[in-house]
């Protein structure tokens, strides 16, 4: 009995000893790991064993590196979402010049100033800022931009407009659809004659990356689109379209118009007045969320002119 106890008890100190032997060799528990790793993948890949490296020769990364590595030209893929988006809506050139505009009536002017401030900390292109306001908020606007440093207002231009409707349009009736003033942009394409595209955004929006960004989806659209749009939902379980309207919509949930890229120059072609005001007197009755439901059932009967993104 003792004989057997000790046995085990020779055979447990000659195999502590082994392992600090091989420890000493290795440098730790961890190497042996990797090694081991190393030799499985060599033997099941290739018939060549791997040679014995050291942890920082196996991970390809020299301790103390005698010259910094070749400068490399990056990747496509590697650019961040917003760099690569900043792109001209008609080509892949730099952006020369974003246009943002925005409909700002009765007690909108500071959610309105905080929105366009937000658009110039975080854009670097050159932008130009279209606000059609009434004429006792104009100097406000005057005033917020002037604030600005220098190099922000060389780079980001302040275009006023009076609250206006074509003539022949019942003005009264028009800027009290809805909120006060916001069926105004369903007239830029006529009032805006010298504008090619731009990107309107209700009053309480808020930017939070660059507007580069966002202008890049322009790129996205094809020939026959002429404005974009989120969906109004992300579910039918939620819609409020398609569980309450009783006029024709887009799609199946219907578009949200808080955030509209206009390609203004294709609108106009389209003729897109000429079916605003129709559309008006035939649904007026049956619409509830104003300039948003008719842009809305324009699309309906013409949904190969939008391009709808994920709200992202």
Not at 34 to 41: Q, Y
Not at 72 to 86: D, F, G, I, M
Request: hydrophobic content about 40%; charged content about 20%.
């Amino acid at each position: 009995m003792k004989m057997k106890c000790t046995y085990r008890l020779l055979v447990l100190l000659g195999a502590a000893s082994c392992l600090l032997v091989l420890l000493g060799i290795t440098g730790d528990v961890s190497r042996i790991l990797d090694l081991g790793r190393c030799s499985s993948v060599s033997s099941q890949n290739s018939p060549v064993s791997l040679p014995l490296l050291s942890r920082s020769a196996y991970n390809a990364t020299p301790a103390s590196p005698t010259s910094k590595p070749a400068a490399t030209k990056r990747p496509q893929h590697l650019v961040t979402r917003w760099e690569a988006a900043a792109v001209g809506h008609g080509n892949r050139e730099k952006i020369t010049r974003m246009v943002l505009a925005v409909v700002c009536c009765g007690d909108r002017l500071n959610e309105t100033r905080t929105m366009l401030k937000s658009a110039a900390a975080l854009s670097h292109s050159p932008l130009t800022m279209i606000v059609f306001t009434e004429e006792t908020l104009k100097s406000a606007f005057t005033e917020m931009h002037s604030s600005w440093p220098v190099e922000v207002r060389f780079r980001i231009t302040l275009d006023l407009h009076s609250i206006t409707f074509p003539p022949g349009q019942d003005a009264a009736t028009w800027r009290k659809l809805f909120k006060p003033c916001a069926s105004q942009r369903l007239f830029m394409p006529s009032l805006l004659h010298e504008v090619d595209a731009l990107i309107y955004v209700d009053t309480d929006t808020l930017f939070l990356a660059p507007l580069e960004h966002l202008w890049g989806h322009f790129s996205a659209m094809n020939a026959s689109h002429m404005a974009a749009m989120a969906p109004e939902h992300e579910d039918l379980a939620t819609g409020w379209y398609n569980r309450f309207a009783k006029h024709p919509y887009y799609g199946r949930l219907g578009v949200n118009s808080g955030v509209m890229l206009m390609n203004l120059t294709r609108l106009r072609r389209f003729g897109w007045e000429e079916y605003v005001v129709p559309i008006y007197k035939f649904y007026r009755l049956a619409i509830t969320w104003g300039d948003q439901d008719i842009i809305n059932i324009i699309f309906h009967f013409h949904p190969g002119n939008i391009g709808s993104g994920d709200g992202s």
